[in-house]
């Protein structure tokens, strides 16, 4: 079975721009959920999809949206980008199964804000 | 509020030598899962463990052995006869039993081991 892929795996953007990364969970899973991770804050939960919806948000600004299609696809969007937004973006995958869930990760798209 | 703590910034070791990994974790609810992860230098996160808040036994798995205790909210990580391959960096996580599936995330320890 294929794990969870991220693409692109590097991105280099400059100041103000917009970016996209895309996130296709392993297969049978219908949540997804992104974290961002840095040397000062480490892991920080962004959000979490299922089912198209969003279930739970993180303290993130408004900056950084997401969604879900129908195939579980998942996309992350960062609009007006800062050099605090350099990152390795994390997406993860899940059944959702209250009591089995384990959240399975994808490589990471890692963000260079210049 | 959830919190999870690994004091542990930086462990050295030799190769064959054993090594445990500490990770305290503070939560009001009354179910909640834990879990450890591995960061190679590669970057991705891969699962090594889950446990579930009702089920303290410890478990084994080849070279590695998780002791969980509810009454000192830790739930460690030893490795026995480390390998040069298992240098990364090791993070313990805590989840809710509720709606809310977000990971609660330790700050990591970079575990070096030397041939």
């Known amino acids: 079975k294929a794990g969870v892929t991220q693409t692109p795996r590097y991105l280099i953007k400059t100041r103000g721009q917009q970016v996209t990364l895309s996130c296709s969970p392993i297969?049978?899973?219908?949540?997804v959920s992104w974290y961002q991770q840095t040397p000062g804050q480490g892991l920080q939960f962004l959000f979490e999809y299922f089912s198209e919806t969003q279930r739970n948000k993180g303290n993130f600004p408004g900056r950084f949206s997401g969604r879900q299609f129908s195939n579980s696809r998942s996309e992350m969007n960062v609009s007006t980008l800062e050099l605090g937004d350099s990152a390795l973006y994390l997406c993860a995958s899940s059944l959702r199964n209250p009591r089995t869930d384990t959240q399975y990760f994808g490589p990471g798209t890692r963000l260079t804000v210049l | 509020a959830q919190k999870v703590t690994q004091a542990q910034t930086e462990i050295s070791v030799v190769e064959k030598e054993d090594v445990t990994l500490d990770c305290v974790y503070e939560?009001?609810?009354?179910?909640?899962?834990l879990f450890w992860y591995k960061q190679p230098p590669s970057g991705e996160l891969v699962f090594l463990i889950r446990?579930?808040?009702?089920d303290e036994q410890n478990e084994i798995s080849g070279r590695y052995s998780w002791n969980f205790q509810k009454s000192t909210s830790s739930f460690n990580f030893t490795i026995t006869a480390s390998q040069v391959v298992d240098s990364a960096v090791y993070f313990c996580?805590?989840?809710?039993?509720?709606?809310?599936?977000?990971?609660?995330w330790g700050l990591g320890t970079s575990l070096a081991v030397n041939p």
């Open positions: 939560t009001r609810d009354t179910t909640y899962y």
């Open positions: 446990r579930n808040s009702f």
């Open positions: 297969s049978g899973h219908r949540s």
């Open positions: 996580a805590l989840s809710g039993g509720g709606n809310n599936r977000k990971l609660i």
